[in-house]
């Protein structure tokens, strides 16, 4: 595949007061798209200026009155059909909030968020049956931007006749490489397969954050290395390459202008699915250290739960007893009204590629208390946040750090979350996307 050398002064404006002269070199792939028999014929818009973290130079350039600021150029609206296999929780929140939010006229094309496994296998086919429905009726989009939770290789074959030449882009919001197993599951390489072939035949690759992409070029050269020949590894630093990193965007707005309530004894929000990924042994350890210590505290622990529940977050609900004031789902209203009164967002997960929640708890004005690990570290350094005030490696030191922010008024980065309200985010989605759009 051939590269190009691009080199690109961009200024890019983030919701805060500062902006920033960027200086991008980075090699490209030239995309081509699809004619009807498949092969690849015209050029794209280079998509160079848009890439989200690259090799970069950063110099901080003189902030200029909001009004006479530079503003991201304008881009031509283009047709988008987001295909979503898995629409509910974060995934539903992150497409309709592109869709409330864009200049361009998006339409959204789902199944319900159940059965994920059947999702990574058998979605690509009939979401294909949908837009090919879609299509008859609206006419073809200029761009398709999928969820990476079904096989989008399979897909783009499966939508071949109907959408020629209409390219492809994949968004990651999680990795299979790394999805830890639950007691009940053994370990199974379809779904990181389709995790890799799913980047490999998409036009573009998305990532939620810099180090969902690191970890999805270490972990497919650790898996494809363990094949016994035409292994793809040579694709996989020219995938990696080429792919860029744009966050979930988020309303932040609102809370980030909400008055917060005071409350006696302090609140502590954890606010995760009930599964086992989000690390129920580790929250029990950190409540049991907390009531052993005699720190007086509240606790709401608001996220979706299923029909079948790790037992261990029974022996935290157990543990809290009369401390616990909310369980389970919260509606919006309730959930805003949880985050604006809580003096600590805590997490405790093994996997998390964003960071949804707790950015809406930092957005609310609560403390974070994290774990060391995964994606937390990147996010506490582009809110500026100190981490020794803000990341923990044991339950002891989480429960320090916990006992330090309930002693504190402080909203530490509490504006800088605006970064990630989509009014900020989805004119970057908009560039990417027109971008990626064929010239005719």
């Not at 070199?25 to 798209?33: E, T, V, W």
């Not at 059965?115 to 090919?132: I, S």
């Not at 989480?398 to 800088?416: F, K, Y």
Request: proline residues 7%; contains cysteine.
């Amino acid at each position: 595949m051939p590269f190009l050398l691009a080199r690109v002064t961009w200024v890019f404006l983030t919701s805060c007061d500062v902006s920033y002269c960027v200086n991008l070199s980075f090699p490209a792939r030239r995309l081509r798209p699809r004619d009807r028999c498949g092969n690849r014929r015209r050029i794209l818009k280079p998509i160079a200026a848009i890439v989200s973290r690259p090799t970069v130079t950063v110099k901080r350039a003189r902030t200029a009155p909001r009004s006479d600021r530079q503003r991201t150029p304008s881009v031509v609206p283009v047709k988008v059909a987001l295909i979503e296999p898995y629409y509910g929780g974060s995934h539903k929140a992150w497409a309709d909030g592109y869709v409330r939010r864009s200049a361009n006229s998006v339409d959204l094309i789902t199944h319900p968020a159940r059965f994920w496994k059947w999702r990574m296998h058998g979605a690509f086919l009939t979401l294909a049956e949908e837009l090919a429905g879609h299509i008859a009726e609206n006419g073809p989009p200029d761009v398709i931007l999928a969820s990476s939770m079904m096989n989008v290789a399979a897909f783009a074959g499966a939508v071949r006749h109907v959408a020629p030449g209409v390219p492809i882009a994949v968004y990651f919001h999680e990795s299979q490489f790394t999805y830890p197993l639950s007691p009940a599951d053994k370990k199974d390489l379809a779904y990181p397969m389709k995790n890799w072939t799913s980047a490999a035949v998409a036009d573009l690759v998305i990532f939620n954050s810099d180090f969902h992409r690191a970890v999805f070029r270490a972990e497919a050269h650790r898996f494809l290395n363990a094949f016994p020949e035409d292994k793809h590894v040579h694709r996989i630093d020219e995938v990696l390459d080429a792919a860029m990193v744009l966050p979930v965007g988020i309303d932040l707005a609102d809370l980030v202008a909400g008055s917060r309530s005071s409350t006696e004894p302090p609140l502590i929000l954890w606010n995760h699915r009930w599964e086992h990924d989000k690390g129920p042994d580790e929250l029990h350890a950190i409540v049991t250290e907390l009531i052993g210590r005699g720190v007086d505290f509240r606790m709401a622990m608001c996220g979706e739960v299923f029909v079948s529940v790790p037992p261990e977050y029974g022996a935290v609900v157990e543990t809290l007893g009369d401390r616990l004031v909310h369980e389970g789902w919260a509606e919006r209203t309730r959930y805003e009204e949880l985050l604006l009164g809580s003096s600590v967002v805590l997490s405790t997960s093994r996997q998390e590629f964003f960071g949804i929640g707790v950015v809406e708890g930092i957005a609310a004005g609560a403390v974070p208390v994290l774990p060391n690990r995964l994606v937390y570290p990147e996010r506490i350094d582009d809110l500026g946040g100190d981490p020794a005030a803000t990341l923990y490696d044991t339950p002891a030191l989480a429960a320090d750090l916990i006992e330090m922010a309930l002693r504190s008024d402080s909203t530490p980065m509490r504006e800088a979350t605006l970064r990630y309200d989509w009014s900020n985010v989805g004119p970057r989605y908009d560039a990417v996307l027109g971008a990626l759009q064929p010239q005719l």
